[in-house]
């Protein structure tokens, strides 16, 4: 299955595409596009990375550039996250670790804004390819994590839609108020199914033929 990742112009020169062409036998069926993007480095499908250096990072908190960011991203983009490599606490001229504390804590617990650390560009791109995978067709080896069986109808609907393949409890949020009912949810189409905030073709795809699959003609 083909994995599309959409860059920046900025980004096309970076150590991290030259990882992707270096190595292009440990990243199968990826493909890449220089794109106008508005906002962020990477478009993943439903997800916007921007991607810093530690030094960067905090020089846009210390001139409050990463606030103006941040908010643009957020109303932009369905799901945004930060990828900041190398040593974000480390001591600089140019830093104060309250003030590094102050924005991430501002951008995760109330923007919800993932911050994600890399090691090095290198770390950087096959964690993108990782993430671009897992938006674009879901995971085929991981479950679904699923909480105990509520009792409560909102809760079990919740529990319901959890356990279709490759949905995790945030999905089944966003499938669940997109289509109001765990009915609705199962009898949507695979197109209406793509429409869905975090949801690609390919495990939209699957879901519905899971949803459709006969049970008789599925036994051993």
Not at 73 to 100: K, N
Not at 118 to 128: H, Q, V
Request: aromatic share 8%.
């Amino acid at each position: 299955m083909i994995t599309h990742i959409r860059l920046h112009a900025r980004e096309a020169t970076t150590p991290v595409v030259a990882h992707w062409q270096t190595y292009a036998a440990s990243f199968p069926e990826l493909t890449t596009e220089i794109a106008d993007l508005d906002v962020g480095d990477y478009d993943l499908g439903s997800v916007r990375v921007e991607r810093k250096s530690a030094t960067d990072f905090n020089l846009a908190i210390m001139d409050r550039r990463l606030f103006g960011e941040v908010a643009k991203l957020r109303s932009s983009c369905d799901q945004v996250i930060y990828i900041v490599e190398g040593d974000m606490f480390g001591a600089r001229f140019h830093s104060d670790p309250q003030r590094t504390r102050e924005a991430i804590a501002w951008m995760t617990a109330i923007q919800g804004v993932a911050l994600l650390p890399s090691f090095n560009e290198a770390y950087t791109a096959e964690i993108l390819y990782t993430m671009a995978q897992a938006v674009q067709h879901g995971f085929s080896q991981l479950p679904a994590l699923r909480n105990g069986k509520p009792f409560d109808p909102r809760g079990a609907q919740a529990y319901l839609v959890e356990g279709l393949p490759g949905v995790n409890a945030t999905l089944a949020e966003s499938l669940l108020k997109k289509f109001g009912s765990a009915a609705a949810v199962f009898s949507a189409t695979m197109e209406d199914l793509t429409q869905t905030p975090g949801m690609g073709a390919a495990l939209a795809t699957r879901i519905r033929k899971t949803l459709d699959a006969s049970y008789a003609q599925g036994r051993t």
